[in-house]
């Protein structure tokens, strides 16, 4: 067990809806990144958030937005959702005094697309 | 800009059989180096890191060396088992981008152990 939390485990919604994924760090991290795993992609950095800041930008859409709460926990919201999201959504956490430059992940949550 | 490219999967071993999956990245100046593993269903864990040239990560038996004159983190395993059935993942994180250490992965090799 990593310690990060994810939820839902599993999202199933239709092209054009508008989801949310939630994450919970570690205990002591402040940093979250989000990574999308997709067959034609691979695993991709989204975004990353460091104690409630915004602190880098990778392949994101623009439909796409995050961010982190005051308890530092992050939300991914996912809109407009076309059949291309559907993928395997990771966030993972970091950044702090017991992280040793490493990431932890999260289980993952599997968003399918109809 | 940052890239890893690995080993194309899948890969079938026999119980017992020597591993190697290659990895070759390319960074501007020091990056970190990672290997993954991700079995079935599950999310990402990390299995070695290195963090400077000729550093030797190692767990559960595979190992890896920073070789930074051929910029490569070849995974190595002297016999693997059934358990190591899984995808493997390396990646690279640039401390360059300052606090930003996202990861740049490659595209990830399936390994299946036959008994």
């Known amino acids: 067990d990593s310690g990060v939390t994810q939820t839902p485990k599993h999202l199933i919604t239709a092209t054009g809806q508008r989801v949310t994924l939630r994450c919970s760090p570690r205990?002591?991290?402040?940093?979250v990144y989000w990574y999308q795993q997709s067959l034609d992609q691979g695993l991709q950095f989204l975004i990353q958030?460091?104690?409630?800041?915004?602190?880098a930008k990778g392949n994101i859409l623009e439909r796409f937005s995050a961010q982190q709460f005051p308890d530092l926990h992050s939300e991914l919201n996912l809109s407009s959702l076309e059949l291309g999201d559907s993928a395997l959504y990771f966030c993972?956490?970091?950044?702090?005094?017991?992280?040793?430059?490493?990431?932890?992940f999260g289980p993952g949550t599997r968003l399918t697309v109809l | 800009g940052n890239s890893v490219t690995q080993m194309e999967g899948p890969v079938t071993l026999s119980e017992e059989a020597f591993l190697t999956i290659n990895c070759t990245y390319t960074?501007?100046?020091?990056?970190?180096l990672f290997w993954y593993v991700q079995y079935p269903g599950e999310g990402l864990q990390l299995l070695l890191k290195?963090?400077?040239?000729?550093d030797k990560g190692s767990n559960k038996g595979f190992e890896a060396t920073y070789r930074k004159e051929t910029t490569s983190f070849h995974l190595e395993k002297g016999s693997v088992q059934v358990s190591d059935s899984a995808v493997y993942f390396c990646?690279?994180?640039?401390?360059?981008?300052?606090?930003?250490?996202?990861?740049?992965f490659g595209s990830g090799t399936q390994l299946t152990v036959l008994p």
């Open positions: 958030y460091y104690n409630g800041e915004e602190r």
């Open positions: 205990s002591g991290d402040l940093s």
């Open positions: 290195a963090t400077k040239a000729d």
């Open positions: 993972a956490s970091g950044g702090g005094a017991s992280s040793y430059n490493e990431q932890f």
């Open positions: 960074a501007t100046g020091y990056p970190s």
């Open positions: 990646a690279l994180s640039n401390p360059l981008s300052g606090s930003a250490r996202q990861l740049t």
